[in-house]
């Protein structure tokens, strides 16, 4: 199965589906940090209440999820460095627990200014003006990404005044 495959399944709301394809593919293409982080955004999006029961996902799913999508992005952080990986380990524990993360992301953008995906934080938090056309380049960064991430990143995008 390749990507577009699984990504038209997550599309379709087959999250259970998608998320097992997804691990399937990372065991063939373990170096794959992009579909690592679409795997850890897609997990960590389906441990929210109104998502998971919507879609009614078994509790063993939501369990698996909640604890797999932090230990995605660490190994894939201490493997590969990825920013987008460490961008979205910081943000997860920023929204699950508060954690303050200004600096870090500041200091994230700054050492990777090609990873885009920490304007997220700073649209959505208001930390510093960013302006449309780096919003335009985020959005156009988004392309073959996972579905769930897509939708994440575009509602966070549409739903702040930037």
């Not at 170096?31 to 009614?56: P, R």
């Not at 954690?99 to 995906?117: A, F, G, H, M, Y």
């Not at 003006?129 to 392309?143: D, F, N, W, Y």
């Amino acid at each position: 199965m390749n990507l577009n495959q699984i990504h038209k399944i997550e599309l379709d709301g087959q999250i259970e589906s998608a998320a097992k394809h997804y691990e399937e593919w990372l065991e063939e293409y373990p170096d794959d940090h992009h579909s690592v982080v679409d795997l850890a955004v897609l997990y960590w999006c389906v441990t929210d209440y109104g998502l998971h029961s919507g879609l009614k996902l078994p509790m063993d799913f939501v369990k698996l999820a909640s604890s797999r999508s932090r230990v995605l992005l660490d190994d894939c952080i201490s493997k590969t460095g990825d920013p987008e990986a460490t961008f979205w380990r910081m943000y997860f524990d920023y929204m699950d627990w508060g954690r303050e993360i200004d600096e870090d992301v500041k200091q994230l953008l700054k050492n990777s200014p090609n990873c885009l995906t920490p304007l997220v934080f700073l649209v959505l938090n208001k930390v510093e003006p960013i302006g449309s056309e780096k919003v335009s380049k985020l959005r156009a960064s988004l392309i073959g990404s996972g579905p769930t991430k897509v939708k994440y990143i575009t509602s966070v995008l549409d739903s702040c005044s930037w």
